[in-house]
């Protein structure tokens, strides 16, 4: 089992940043490629970006290419990313999880353990 906790959403102004956390415990968090994934009210969830289990190649939507950066630091069994010039668009709660099988980032079936997410605001 892998425990996950997000951190960092808030009520931030267009143009502006944040910073989500998400915490992992349990089972070996550094051996599991990992995603952010974003629900907004009315609409299903999707991916945001994925990082693989070394932090060495990242994925990242068409959507927040250029803006958004994820990291991740193993030996504090964190993931982060970094929202830089949100849009109200990006508007939604956002939740992290573990990739557990292989195929496309884009898969919500292919990652287990989902944290209970955190809500990012964007006001116009």
């Known amino acids: 089992q892998v425990q996950l906790v997000e951190s960092g959403g808030g009520l931030v102004q267009a143009g502006g940043s944040l910073r989500l956390s998400c915490v992992a415990s349990?089972?070996?968090?550094?051996?599991?490629?990992m995603g952010w994934f974003r629900q907004a009210p009315g609409k299903e969830r999707e991916f945001v970006v994925g990082?693989?289990?070394?932090?060495?190649?990242?994925f990242s939507a068409d959507s927040v290419k250029g803006r958004f950066t994820i990291a991740r630091d193993n030996a504090k069994n964190t993931v982060y990313l970094q929202m830089n010039s949100l849009k109200p668009e990006d508007t939604a709660v956002y939740y992290c999880?573990?990739?557990?099988?292989?195929?496309?980032?884009?898969?919500?079936?292919?990652?287990?353990?989902w944290g209970q997410g955190t809500q990012v605001t964007v006001s116009s």
């Open positions: 999880a573990v990739k557990t099988r292989n195929g496309s980032w884009y898969r919500a079936t292919l990652y287990d353990y």
């Open positions: 349990g089972r070996t968090f550094s051996s599991y490629a």
């Open positions: 990082i693989s289990w070394d932090g060495g190649n990242t």
